[in-house]
């Protein structure tokens, strides 16, 4: 593999929490091939966290960003216009519900429930798109990650199952829509994976288990191997390939 597969490429990362997360799987393998990266943080909170991690994948800009707070995005995108001028790839790494819905049967999330899951996991992603659009001179790549409970019903993923299959039509779509400009989008689906987020959803215990006897080779993903194909779909290996949706989970997709 050429060393500098991604040398001179701009990425923005958006998701990593700790360094367990996918969104970090990603951006260290996007730095291994030369990208010069760009990381946000929720709050403060979050920041003593994000910021050595930050430190040591070298990333130029660390800003922060939570898509709720109107006018975070459209200031992260106006920093990184002032700082680098051009942007070659994203990584949309986010979702949430809140737990009581998250928890509750589909036919019992509240309104506000399912809105703010579709707000954060979905329709932040259409945002990032078109804030990206006029920074991508260059053309680009946007991806951003699923999960199997968008296609099947599977565990207790409830709303968050239709919130990634929004996702995943809002990946077509915009793939569609973003091409003329060069620009293509795609979606990984990972398997099971223990990051913070996951620790939220109930049984997620016995999901890893189930995941790891449903695989081909009984095996877990890693965040490693999610890192390999988001490399693959930001950098020129992917050049063609848009509007997928791309499993990264030993073949538990496939289980019957």
């Known amino acids: 593999m050429n060393a500098a597969l991604m040398q001179g490429k701009k990425v923005l990362i958006v998701g990593i929490a700790n360094d367990n997360s996918i969104a970090y799987g990603a951006a260290r393998k996007l730095r291994e091939q030369?990208?010069?990266?760009?990381?946000?943080?929720?709050?403060?909170?979050?920041?003593?966290?994000?910021?050595?991690?930050?430190?040591?994948?070298?990333?130029?800009?660390?800003?922060?960003?939570?898509?709720?707070?109107p006018g975070q995005l459209e200031a992260l995108f106006a920093e990184i216009g002032q700082r680098w001028g051009v942007l070659h790839g994203l990584v949309h790494s986010i979702a949430f519900c809140p737990l009581e819905d998250l928890?509750?049967?589909?036919?019992e999330?509240?309104?506000?429930?399912?809105?703010t899951a579709m707000d954060v996991s979905c329709y932040s992603f259409i945002e990032m798109a078109r804030l990206s659009k006029p920074l991508m001179k260059e053309g680009g790549s946007l991806i951003n990650y699923s999960y199997l409970g968008s296609a099947i019903a599977t565990g207790d993923y409830n709303i968050m199952g239709v919130a990634k299959a929004g996702l995943e039509?809002?990946?077509?779509y915009l793939a569609r829509d973003l091409g003329p400009a060069g620009i293509r989008v795609n979606c990984i689906s990972p398997g099971t994976i223990q990051t913070r987020a996951a620790g939220g959803i109930k049984n997620f215990d016995a999901m890893l288990e189930h995941s790891a006897s449903m695989a081909c080779d009984g095996k877990l993903p890693t965040i490693d191997e999610v890192g390999n194909a988001s490399l693959y779909y930001l950098s020129e290996l992917s050049d063609g390939v848009t509007g997928t949706i791309h499993y990264v989970d030993h073949g538990v997709c496939i289980a019957g």
């Open 34 to 69: 030369g990208a010069e990266l760009c990381i946000t943080y929720l709050n403060e909170k979050a920041r003593r966290f994000v910021e050595p991690l930050a430190e040591e994948l070298g990333a130029e800009l660390l800003l922060p960003l939570d898509v709720t707070q």
């Open 103 to 107: 928890h509750a049967p589909l036919s």
């Open 109 to 115: 999330c509240s309104r506000d429930g399912f809105l």
């Open 169 to 172: 039509a809002a990946t077509r």
